[in-house]
């Protein structure tokens, strides 16, 4: 019987045989698992000594496994930067830059421990780490009570989802399959809609209290009341969306794996590390992100004053565009290969997480804290936010419409 290395045997099990195991894999995995890499152990197999052979093939698997590894040396320079008195704006680059593939990473750690828990678990920690880098963001900028950078930055990673991601796979997927037919499972976007529909539908209220207000003095208080109970709806109802997706209607939200012979990293099935240096992978990556995190909130104001340009377009437009450029390549990526359902799945499943968990849980964070942050975006971005989902919803129902049409 061949020897089994060390890498390949943890908690008991040889890694092989939980190959035959599906553990429902989303579609943010699919997009992340499109940016890595095999990596080649046969070097590593080599050291005589099996603890340290072990945390070779950990750190080759963890931070050369991925297409973007060429950016984790932004980490360190970040914090030499931070250290050594550099400016402010080199931190603030560096520190956006740093982030890229640790958010990809966390996505593959979350897949990783998810073939040892299951799919129900697996898709709880998906579903909290899935947009933890704007979370961690958010949390920071609310310790420093930088309550406009929160709006800016979570409304910036919703658009960025519905109008650039989306927008871009739906027309890049047209252009790279002319000739071909494109189709998606309408369940999924119908969900995901009525959802961003309900998120809208409770920032539109604490903006229309303040309009129909005599005064924002007046109204100041009865919309904080009011924004923070629209907030614990939002989360039961993303709380409700979770058991309706992991478990009385999983069918419905598991991607397809139905993949090319060229596509041989998307559809391995055995996992390359252990639960347990996962699971504390995950949390030194977590840590890290912390840390870049409160680079970013403490050095965003000097770096927007040094570049000329504002705090909120750097919130709307580069925080989101930048936290996820791993994840949006990918569902980019899986629309030129003609698999629109992983596209979907990243941009609608993104941008619902964020305005039906993120957002709410960041006014539950403030009300704890006695920061006064409410769900008011003020009029052009909720105006923005309201044109962003009804196009967006529009934009599903046409093309279901017209493939349908196309049926009959």
Not at 166 to 175: E, K, Y
Request: charged share 15%; hydrophobic share 50%.
């Amino acid at each position: 019987m061949a020897s089994t290395e060390p890498w390949q045997m943890e908690n008991g099990n040889i890694k092989g045989l939980i190959k035959e195991t599906r553990h429902g894999r989303t579609a943010h995995n699919m997009s992340s698992s499109s940016l890595r890499k095999k990596s080649d152990l046969a070097l590593v197999s080599k050291v005589p000594c099996g603890l340290v052979r072990l945390l070779l093939a950990n750190l080759q698997e963890v931070i050369l496994g991925t297409k973007l590894s060429v950016l984790f040396p932004a980490i360190p320079a970040a914090i030499v930067a931070k250290c050594y008195g550099f400016g402010d704006p080199w931190v603030f680059a560096l520190s956006l830059l740093g982030l890229t593939p640790l958010a990809e990473r966390v996505s593959f750690l979350t897949e990783q421990i998810a073939y040892y828990t299951g799919p129900t678990v697996g898709g709880l920690l998906n579903a909290t780490c899935g947009n933890a880098t704007e979370l961690i963001i958010a949390i920071f900028a609310l310790i420093q009570y930088k309550v406009d950078v929160v709006k800016y930055s979570l409304l910036g990673s919703i658009l960025s989802n519905l109008l650039l991601v989306l927008g871009t796979s739906l027309f890049c997927g047209g252009i790279a399959n002319l000739t071909k037919e494109q189709k998606f499972d309408r369940r999924q976007g119908d969900v995901n809609s009525l959802l961003l529909l309900m998120a809208l539908l409770c920032h539109l209220l604490p903006l229309m209290f303040r309009y129909t207000g005599d005064s924002v003095v007046v109204t100041a208080k009865p919309t904080l009341l009011l924004s923070r109970v629209c907030s614990i709806i939002m989360l039961i109802g993303y709380f409700a969306y979770l058991v309706f997706q992991l478990w009385t209607h999983r069918q419905f939200f598991e991607t397809q794996e139905e993949v090319d012979d060229s596509d041989d990293l998307t559809s391995q099935e055995a996992p390359v590390i252990g639960f347990w240096s996962g699971f504390a992978w995950l949390a030194a990556m977590t840590a890290v992100i912390s840390l870049l995190s409160e680079f970013v909130v403490g050095t965003i104001e000097n770096a927007s004053e040094s570049w000329g340009i504002s705090v909120s377009f750097i919130s709307i437009i580069l925080l989101p565009i930048v936290g996820n450029a791993a994840e949006h390549a990918g569902a980019i990526i899986f629309a030129f290969k003609n698999k629109l359902d992983i596209s979907l799945g990243v941009a609608l499943g993104s941008a619902t997480q964020i305005a039906m968990f993120v957002v709410p849980l960041c006014i539950v964070i403030s009300w704890i804290c006695g920061i006064k942050m409410d769900l008011d975006f003020n009029l052009l971005e909720t105006g923005s936010l309201a044109l962003s989902i009804i196009v967006t919803a529009f934009t599903l129902q046409a093309r279901s419409l017209i493939f349908f049409m196309t049926l009959s």
